[in-house]
């Protein structure tokens, strides 16, 4: 048997029916492994005492019916954790111990899972690199001194460093897909509508969806299958017969039609990752799919309606950080130098800059020239995407346009680093499931990843041709673990 | 157009967010620099399209106007900045 972190979550499950593995010991090795990777710096605050007690209770009366037996995860600290501090990466939230629970986490913890503990992860997930959490950046596991993508960055670096099985990030321009892309990770974000958002911090309500990031394919249809589900507590919760994600995984994708997009070849866009993307394409010839030519017109639009669309949600989701009711308060003589104080001092730079581009283009006199304008994109936007899906079952393209970067190198460029977000952001604007998987590496050996881009509540179909791509692709992501200390 | 510093001090203020000159001056440049690769939008004609306002085309669902969570004062005040069991406290608003 390989050592148990390095096993997938089908691995794990499968060896704690067949009673090869109890809970604690697989929770206690991950542990020990967290302890030697204190360097990677992904955890905000970890439940480890908890989690020992609780894999034994598991222990004890095993129900192995379960989909997730007695399995430890660590989650993106921005789930709401009964009774455990979660901080959305802030210091506005650092004492912030909520009194209930996410759905989202509630549907692992019925399944038989165990909070390791929160993942680190940019502040209010307002972030590519993980650089704008309060805790500090994390290192990527492929490298030092590397950044593990962002907003989820705690979480990718987590599973590429094998320090949890599986976890669960949000993703609202692409903080799912883009950090799986940089670690050779598995990351999809679901169809708005699917997983409830009900217990996540909110950034950007009609873009937030939270979602898997896993070692492969089949832990992500696994994951899936488990946290997607009907929620009354979510008004935009859709109610939909959800599949058996990981009973009906196939690799047969014969005579799937799949798109390739000409307007996702960016100027500047590395060779490695032009390479990368002709060899998706040819693996999905073989595997008996149909290339199609398609275009999707607006794509360039996509990321400055972004950057309309997200920031003005944010500044109103974020009025609530005002320190009246719960976090960070910093005092003041009046209730008005309270708030400004509170909030000047509670807040990193990202995150009121973008309140403060929110401000702006919801304010008076600019409302229709920015923020009425980009709905209007964002209408053609999804418009291309309706187009394009009358005429093929999936979309394929690169998941970013460039591998991880120098911790610090895109810091001081605001645009540059949301240029990050290109080949993702559409996908949020429209609503639609996308899945990144790991497709290669560039010149200094980082990890590439592939996106399959499906149509509304089609996530087996994306996950079914990623299954197969991936088993083409093989791709070994031999990481050297170059931060353990003893 | 841009964004000049006195915009940027009144945008703060209406974001509750106390900066200083400094911060301002920063900030003044970083905004500049987006609305300009923002501006792009301009290029588009969108005279005749309808604005998306919500992606899942739903209806919000009406349900029972019923109480199910009782006696969660405590759970409510937890996390209060200032301790006090009965309510959240602020700086004196009425004089």
Same mark, same amino acid.
């Given at each position: 048997m390989s050592d148990i972190t390095n096993q997938s979550l089908f691995e794990l499950t499968s060896n704690i029916k067949e009673k090869k593995l109890s809970s604690e010991e697989i929770t206690k090795a991950f542990i020990n492994r967290a302890e030697k990777s204190k360097k990677l710096n992904v955890y905000v605050t970890d439940n480890f005492e908890k989690a020992i007690d609780q894999s034994k209770k598991f222990d004890s009366n095993p129900n192995l019916d379960f989909k997730l037996p007695g399995i430890p995860i660590a989650v993106k600290d921005l789930f709401c954790t009964n009774g455990v501090r979660t901080t959305a990466g802030s210091k506005i939230l650092n004492n912030f111990v909520p009194t209930y629970e996410s759905t989202v986490t509630q549907n692992l913890w019925g399944q038989g899972a165990i909070l390791l503990g929160k993942l680190n992860c940019d502040e209010f997930a307002m972030g590519s690199s993980n650089e704008t959490s309060f805790f500090g950046n994390v290192q990527n596991p492929v490298g030092e001194n590397l950044v593990p993508g962002g907003s989820s960055g705690g979480s990718s670096a987590a599973v590429a460093a094998n320090l949890t099985p599986v976890t669960i990030g949000t993703d609202t321009g692409g903080s799912i897909r883009q950090p799986a892309s940089f670690t050779g990770t598995v990351g999809l974000k679901p169809t708005y509508g699917s997983c409830s958002r009900y217990g996540i911090v909110a950034f950007a309500s009609s873009l937030d969806q939270a979602g898997p990031m896993t070692k492969n394919v089949r832990d992500c249809s696994m994951l899936l299958e488990v946290i997607s589900s009907f929620d009354q507590k979510d008004s935009t919760s859709i109610d939909y017969k959800r599949n058996n994600y990981s009973k009906e995984l196939s690799k047969d994708i014969k005579g799937k039609k799949i798109g390739i997009p000409k307007e996702y070849r960016v100027d500047n866009m590395p060779e490695e990752i032009e390479h990368l993307w002709k060899n998706g394409i040819s693996y999905a010839k073989d595997c008996g799919a149909e290339i199609i030519d398609i275009s999707l017109p607006h794509t360039n639009y996509a990321l400055p309606t972004y950057y309309i669309v997200a920031p003005a949600e944010a500044s109103s989701n974020l009025a609530r950080y005002d320190g009246v009711k719960y976090g960070f308060r910093s005092p003041g003589q009046n209730l008005i130098e309270m708030y400004e104080k509170t909030r000047s001092e509670g807040f990193g730079d990202e995150v009121k800059r973008r309140i403060m581009i929110g401000t702006y283009v919801l304010s008076s006199g600019y409302y229709d020239a920015y923020y009425l304008k980009a709905q209007k994109v964002r209408q053609l936007i999804k418009k291309d995407f309706d187009d394009a899906f009358s005429k093929v079952d999936a979309i394929l393209t %690169?998941? @970013? %346009? /460039?591998s991880a970067f120098k911790i610090g &190198? #895109? @810091? =001081?460029d605001p645009v540059s680093m949301y240029l990050n977000d290109i080949f993702t952001v559409p996908i949020n604007l429209a609503g639609l499931p996308g899945i990144s998987i790991p497709a290669g590496k560039d010149k200094n050996n980082y990890p590439l990843g592939l996106q399959v881009i499906g149509k509304p509540f089609d996530e087996q179909n994306i996950l079914n041709i990623s299954y197969a791509l991936e088993d083409k692709i093989n791709f070994k992501n031999d990481i050297s673990d170059w931060w353990l200390s003893e | 157009m841009s964004i000049d510093l006195k915009t940027v001090k009144h945008i703060s203020k209406l974001a509750r967010i106390s900066i200083d000159d400094e911060k301002a001056n920063k900030l003044k440049g970083d905004l500049n620099n987006i609305f300009e690769f923002i501006e792009k939008l301009n290029e588009l004609n969108t005279d005749n399209v309808q604005a998306l306002t919500s992606i899942a085309e739903t209806t919000l669902r009406f349900r029972k106007d &019923? *109480? #199910? /969570? &009782? =006696? *969660?004062r405590e759970k409510i005040l937890k996390n209060s900045p200032e301790e006090n069991k009965d309510f959240f406290v602020v700086p004196k608003v009425v004089e």
């Open positions: %690169p998941s @970013t %346009p /460039s &190198e #895109k @810091t =001081n | &019923e *109480i #199910k /969570s &009782e =006696n *969660i």
